[in-house]
């Protein structure tokens, strides 16, 4: 499984930035006291865009990586010579209905009767 | 003019959008004018091109990684079992590219014939290549190798593919080849990530989803004496509700798909076509908002093989008149190519049931039914 989305919070603080931005270039132009200080609100503005889109692109990128994909791989053993079930994790050369040594309840042949993966409960 | 010109790059004292009479903030409304017009009209489509082509490039950057990993473990598992001293690497790196022409199908007539000699051929070249780079592995575990080899096939093809288009849209400039890429990634990169799961499943040797089929036949003929009908299929009369049932799959726990067709084609011609019903079991990709695990009954050859095994099925069936029926669980295209999950295996005891009532219902006793089991066996004994 690979996570292809960005992380919210960093698209939150990005939009949150280019709102401050365009309030900034809104007030540089409609409130009159604040016109002397046009250049420093709109170098300030632009900063905050800038930053915005480094936000953006920078914090979603850093989620580009695969996740491990550990699987919970189950193996089950039943008898066929009574009703035993017992359930083990997945080891490598196992195979359903591979005969796996004797019962340890009745001493009949047991075997492999399943092998399912369960999905893994995320914490 | 001097004080204009200087006055219109340093708008002091006017805001970004000035609003008074003279001259310069007149000038400096008409720039903002004809800047955003060009942004629109001009720049446009670069700069649509430019967030396409970023989300195709970042996407074959992911393409080509999961290509190298799957090499890698494609070689990993075939170095287990070389000869030592022998170039791996090379050899597989090589082979990674192997191709396979369709036959021509402008002339119809006996293209299943051809199709079959060539897929014949292209496992035939696998088996060989697996036995002289491997050749210290067994049957199941060549057979493994081979499904490890054709996943990282398929990841490799589909990254030169990727790559291949954003090139071409780099070298064209052409809009129309990234917006076709990039709308189709996001299921190119579901299937790839199938791949390279599956792939993982395939060096452990456990039981994929596809593997519904086997594993049902296999929960039949469990411990009855068994035969081996075709290529790599096997069959055990099973007596159920006093009508007898040959029940064939793959021979497992080797990842093999077998020839269920030949082997379906094989058995009713030895009993001269007095067979009562044949029932097929498989694996049938889903529909989104569909469960995974569901069973669902109906007719015709259920196996997705590329054409020449169901066409020797529907045509021996056909021949002799005998009924069809198809027996599917529902799974997606990762679901069938990874670890079998529990909804799957619960899927198979239904589906036994499901099946002797249908022999109870639809046969009379005495009679003679074919179970196939389609699908890939590995991890699946019998
Ligand atoms: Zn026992």
Redo the contacts between chains.
């Keep these: 499984m690979m996570q292809r989305e960005r992380q919210p919070k960093f698209a939150m603080i990005s939009i949150l930035l280019t709102l401050g931005a365009f309030i900034l270039f809104v007030l540089a132009t409609i409130v009159d006291p604040l016109s002397n200080y046009s250049n420093v609100l709109m170098i300030a503005g632009l900063a905050l865009l800038a930053a915005s889109w480094g936000i953006y692109f920078i914090g979603g990128r850093s989620l580009q990586r695969a996740e491990i994909s550990t699987e919970n791989v189950i193996t089950v053993i039943g008898c066929r010579g009574c009703d035993i079930r017992e359930e083990r994790p997945f080891s490598e050369g196992d195979y359903v209905f591979k005969e796996v040594g004797p019962c340890k309840k009745c001493s009949g042949i047991s075997y492999i009767r399943a092998i399912y993966s369960i999905p893994i409960k995320k914490d | 003019m001097n004080i204009v010109v200087v006055n219109m790059v340093?708008?002091?004292?006017?805001?970004?959008?000035p609003?008074g009479n003279d001259l310069s903030s007149i000038i400096l409304n008409i720039l903002w004018v004809v800047f955003f017009f060009s942004m629109i009209l001009l720049f446009n489509q670069r700069l649509q091109i430019w967030t396409y082509q970023r989300n195709v490039e970042?996407a074959t950057i992911?393409l080509q990684?999961l290509a190298d990993k799957s090499r890698e473990e494609a070689l990993k598992s075939v170095q287990k079992y070389a000869q030592e001293n022998t170039d791996v690497r090379s050899q597989v790196t090589a082979f990674l590219d192997f191709f396979t022409i369709e036959p021509v199908d402008r002339d119809p007539f006996g293209v299943l014939n051809r199709l079959e000699h060539l897929l014949d051929n292209r496992r035939d070249r696998f088996k060989a290549f697996v036995a002289q780079i491997a050749p210290k592995a067994g049957k199941a575990e060549a057979a493994n190798t081979e499904d490890i080899l054709e996943a990282a096939m398929a990841l490799n093809f589909i990254f030169k593919v990727v790559r291949h288009y954003l090139i071409l849209g780099k070298k064209t400039k052409s809009l129309m080849i990234f917006v076709q890429l990039d709308m189709q990634l996001p299921l190119i990169?579901k299937m790839a990530?199938a791949y390279f799961?599956a792939q993982?499943t395939f060096s452990?040797?456990?039981?994929i989803g596809d593997g519904l089929g086997p594993?049902v036949a296999?929960k039949l003929m469990?411990?009855l004496p068994k035969r081996i009908i075709a290529e790599d299929i096997v069959c055990s009369e099973v007596d159920i509700s006093n009508r007898k049932a040959y029940v064939l799959k793959a021979e497992?726990?080797g990842g093999l798909l077998g020839k269920p067709g030949e082997a379906v084609k094989r058995l009713v011609e030895e009993m001269s076509g007095k067979v009562a019903r044949i029932f097929m079991v498989d694996a049938s990709s889903k529909l989104e908002g569909e469960n995974t695990g569901e069973v669902v009954e109906g007719v015709g050859a259920a196996i997705g093989d590329p054409g020449p095994e169901k066409y020797k099925i529907e045509e021996v069936a056909t021949k002799y008149k005998i009924p069809l029926d198809a027996i599917v669980c529902k799974m997606d295209l990762e679901e069938a190519l990874?670890?079998?999950?529990?909804e799957?295996?619960e899927a198979s005891d239904i589906i036994i049931e499901k099946i002797k009532k249908a022999i109870v219902e639809r046969t009379k006793e005495g009679d003679v039914v074919i179970i196939a089991g389609i699908g890939n066996t590995i991890?699946?004994?019998?």
């Design positions: 340093i708008p002091v004292g006017q805001g970004l959008f609003t970042k992911k990684m990169m990530e799961n993982k452990a040797g456990k039981p594993l296999s469990y411990g497992g726990p990874t670890t079998m999950k529990k799957i295996v991890g699946i004994g019998q």
